[in-house]
């Protein structure tokens, strides 16, 4: 299982990919999947959730990222 710090990395480099490279286009982003405003006030499973739909999106489409 990732740490969070690895998930953290995982998210943001999906989110750049997916478009959600200015800090509050990114933060919008992750408050309409999560309800927040910070990956630090996620859970880790809500962490695993956004890694899994970034993956769906192709937005981690890179296998050495898993």
């Given at each position: 299982?990732?740490?969070?710090?690895?998930?953290?990395?995982l998210i943001h480099l999906g989110a750049a990919r997916l478009g959600h490279k200015a800090e509050a286009d990114y933060r919008e982003?992750?408050?309409?999947?999560?309800?927040?405003?910070?990956?630090?006030?996620?859970s880790e499973v809500e962490?695993?959730?956004?890694?899994t739909t970034l993956r769906a999106c192709n937005a981690l489409e890179d296998p050495?990222?898993?």
């Open positions: 299982m990732p740490t969070r710090a690895q998930y953290y990395t982003w992750l408050e309409s999947l999560t309800g927040k405003r910070s990956c630090k006030e996620c962490l695993s959730s956004l890694v050495s990222l898993k």
